[in-house]
Nanobody, 124 residues
């Protein structure tokens, strides 16, 4: 099972940008579907974006046009570039890995590996 470690969270003003990274180890990274989720206290974990093993991407409507997910299989790393951040983006962000290639899942229960999370706080 792949191990995941996120980094890059922090405090940013509304309208600013952050880039999250998620380093993977212990598995065949290139074969996994990777995704970013986020969670705020008292709410369910929300799927944000996903990228297939072949590089195809998909986004939640709330972040489409502002966030970009990418992967570097040579570095075993997936990224989330977040631009035009809003206060409602404040959350703990998690990266996750799934062996389910199709259909492209947005369900947390379909992802077997998770990072520890990184806090993103957007001040208005």
């Amino acid at each position: 099972q792949v191990q995941l470690v996120e980094s890059g969270g922090g405090l940013v003003q509304a309208g600013g940008s952050l880039r999250l990274s998620c380093a993977a180890s212990g598995g065949t990274f290139s074969s996994y579907v990777m995704a970013w989720f986020r969670q705020v206290p008292g709410k369910e974990r929300e799927w944000v974006a996903g990228i297939s093993s072949g590089g195809g991407t998909n986004y939640a409507d709330s972040v489409k046009g502002r966030f970009t997910i990418s992967r570097d299989n040579a570095k075993n790393t997936v990224y989330l570039q977040m631009n035009e951040l809003k206060s409602e983006d404040t959350a703990v962000f998690y990266c996750a890995a799934s062996t389910i290639q199709w259909p492209f899942s947005r369900r947390p229960q379909d992802f077997g590996s998770w990072g520890q999370g990184t806090q993103v706080t957007v001040s208005s």
